[in-house]
């Protein structure tokens, strides 16, 4: 008998919550292919450490791209092999919850069931990453108290005000921290004439990025290709050039959230002024954010304990708790 | 007699059917039951089981200083 599953099927991340058990399994979203067999070469950590470095046969990409499938096919086969890592087979048959975006449409939608069905699942079922944020976050969203989440993925940034078990106000974008890094990489190719790729701009943004003023701010040397010579060449990037690429996406992310508060009915505004509002996912994480959303909407704003787990321990709750919460699910509710 | 078994038969057949319809249907549960439950799954103390499983250890104060 298979043990049931969560899983976060993220744009950057996937991670997988077996029942009874934990976290079994978190790695990057990314699958290397062969491009003339077609045959699966790598798959997450490994693979990720391909992108950008692979010969012209080999291919390693991202599935998901801004919340969104980009490729159905691709995606159902990392779900099996994922699945199969996690021991899954066609003897063993769990039910599996699967975090998607809320954006999500309803082609996707069955495309990700499907896919988890054909994969081995006996049963999927999907959930809000928002909704799973907040059970994950540890909110008291039992009580009639508005519980306020911003999660901020690598394709989408959602943020939900939830009380009494289900969400009140929602609003998503479909701007992320992959958003973020290639504002750096478009920055840098504009003002220094130099190519980097995905995960060199990832660097520069996890060594000095920032959303807003901080403290110990240091320069960082970028190495890539100068686009006139074609040679390698190193430019040294400073925090207020990275705050200054990034500041459409870092706006548009606010803007949401900014809307997702005038949705909210104004009996739970004040809840928000005293018990403000919860940040997660790995978006979350970039220095000066918390604070930045904080000054521009008044409210304040509280890191979660654990924001890269959050979305995947809110579903493995979902899944430690089927049949009570199974109202939850996104179908469900109509 | 034939009318009899017919009539027998019938009545059984009626009851059966009635069995049959009163027990196959999906049972739905009084909706504030179920919204109890549901309420209940979602209290802190009914997730401290997942969050306890997913929290990293508190870290051994001994383990740092060397033993």
């Given at each position: 008998m ?10 950057a ?7 009874g ?15 003339q ?24 990409v991202?599935p ?15 779900i ?8 899954v ?7 599996v919850v699967?975090?998607v ?8 939608r069955?495309?990700?069931?499907d ?7 006996a049963?999927a079922q ?10 994950g976050?540890?909110l008291?969203?039992?009580?009639p ?13 959602e ?9 009140v106000?929602?609003e998503?974008?479909?701007?992320g921290s992959?958003?973020?890094?290639a504002?750096?990489?478009a920055?840098?190719r504009?003002e220094?004439?130099i190519a ?6 990832e660097?520069?943004k996890?060594a000095?990025?920032?959303a807003?003023?901080t403290?110990?701010e ?8 100068d686009?006139?010579t ?5 430019v ?15 706006s ?8 997702c ?9 004040q ?13 979350g994480?970039?220095r ?5 959303i904080?000054?521009e909407t008044?409210v ?8 890269l787990?959050?979305?995947?321990m ?15 699910f996104?179908?469900?509710?109509r | 007699?034939i ?8 009545v059984?057949l009626v009851?059966?059917?009635?069995l ?14 179920s ?5 209940d ?6 997730r401290?089981?997942v ?5 990293p250890?508190?870290?051994d ?7």
């Open positions: 298979a043990r049931d599953l969560a899983i976060d099927l993220g744009t991340n996937t991670l997988v919550y077996m029942k058990k934990g976290i079994v399994l978190n790695e990057p979203s990314v699958i290397a292919l062969n491009r067999t077609g045959e699966v070469l790598a798959t997450g950590r490994e693979a990720w450490q391909m992108i950008g470095r692979t010969p012209g046969y080999i291919v390693a991202r998901l791209r801004g919340g969104a499938i980009t490729d159905f096919e691709i995606t159902e086969r990392m099996r092999l994922l699945l199969q890592r996690v021991g087979s066609r003897f063993t048959r769990p039910k699967i975090c975006p809320s954006a999500i449409t309803e082609v996707e069955r495309a990700v069931t896919a988890a069905r054909r994969a081995g699942a049963d999907l959930i809000e990453q928002p909704m799973a944020a907040a059970i976050a540890d008291p969203i039992d009580e108290i508005g519980n306020m989440v911003i999660d901020i993925g690598g394709g989408t940034s943020t939900a005000v939830i009380s009494v078990g289900g969400i106000a929602l998503a974008v479909r701007v992959f958003d973020i890094d504002s750096i990489q920055y840098v504009r220094h004439g980097i790729g995905e995960r060199t701009a660097e520069v996890v000095i990025g920032s807003s003023v403290e110990d240091s320069q960082a040397e970028v190495r890539g290709r686009l006139m074609g040679l390698p060449k190193t040294v990037l400073t925090p207020e050039e990275i705050r200054f690429a990034i500041d459409d996406v870092i548009s992310i606010i803007a949401s959230v900014v809307r508060l005038a949705k909210a009915p104004p009996e739970l505004a809840d928000f002024l005293v018990r403000g509002m919860y940040l997660v996912g790995g978006g994480l970039l000066g954010l918390a604070q930045r904080e000054k008044q304040p704003v509280r890191m979660s304990n654990m924001p787990e959050a979305v995947v809110g579903a493995g709750h979902c899944i430690e708790h089927y049949d009570a919460l199974k109202g939850m996104m179908g469900a509710r | 007699m009318v009899g078994v017919i009539i027998g038969v019938a059984l009851i059966v059917v009635g049959l319809l009163s027990r196959g249907g999906p049972r739905h549960e009084p909706g504030v039951v919204f109890r439950k549901h309420i799954a979602l209290s802190p103390e009914a401290r089981q969050m306890d499983r997913v929290r250890e508190p870290r104060e001994s383990d740092e200083h060397g033993s």
